[in-house]
Nanobody, 125 residues
C-alpha cells in the first residue's frame, strides 16, 4: 500500500509564505514525476507545479510562476512546494500526486496513480 502524506498549509495573510510537504509511506514504488494540484471551492482541480523525479525538471502553471517552487528529495522520498507572495486567489485545498508512468502530461489528473489527503491553504486579504 502506498500513501502520500501531506503536511504544512494553514492560514496566511496576502504576501506571506507557506510550505507544503508530501512524504511517501508504505511500499516503495518507482515514480516518473510528482506534482501539486489545488482545488478552490466551486472550481475544478488544477495542476500547480510538477517535477520529474529522476532529472528534477520542473513545470509550473502560469498563475504561480515566479512565486511557487517545487522541489524533491530523492533520499527522503519527499516533494515540497514553497509558496511565496501568496494571493487570496491561491486559497484552495492542495493535493500532491505521484505518477508511475508518463501518460497524458503533468497537468492531467488521469496521469497520476497516487494522491495525498489534501491540505487547506487559506490566504486572507
Amino acid at each position: 500500500q502506498v500513501q502520500l502524506v501531506q503536511s504544512g498549509g494553514g492560514l496566511v495573510q496576502a504576501g506571506g509564505s507557506l510550505r507544503l510537504s508530501c512524504a511517501t509511506s508504505g511500499r516503495t514504488f518507482s515514480r516518473v514525476y510528482m506534482s501539486w494540484f489545488r482545488q478552490a471551492p466551486g472550481k475544478e482541480r488544477e495542476a500547480v507545479a510538477g517535477i520529474t523525479w529522476s532529472v528534477g525538471s520542473t513545470f509550473y502553471a502560469d498563475s504561480v510562476k515566479g512565486r511557487f517552487t517545487i522541489s524533491r528529495d530523492i533520499a527522503k522520498n519527499t516533494v515540497d512546494l514553497q509558496m511565496n507572495s501568496l494571493k487570496p486567489e491561491d486559497t484552495a485545498v492542495y493535493y500532491c500526486a505521484a505518477a508511475i508512468a508518463f501518460r497524458m502530461g503533468w497537468r492531467n489528473e488521469r496521469s497520476y496513480d497516487y494522491w495525498g489527503q489534501g491540505t487547506q491553504v487559506t490566504v486572507s486579504s
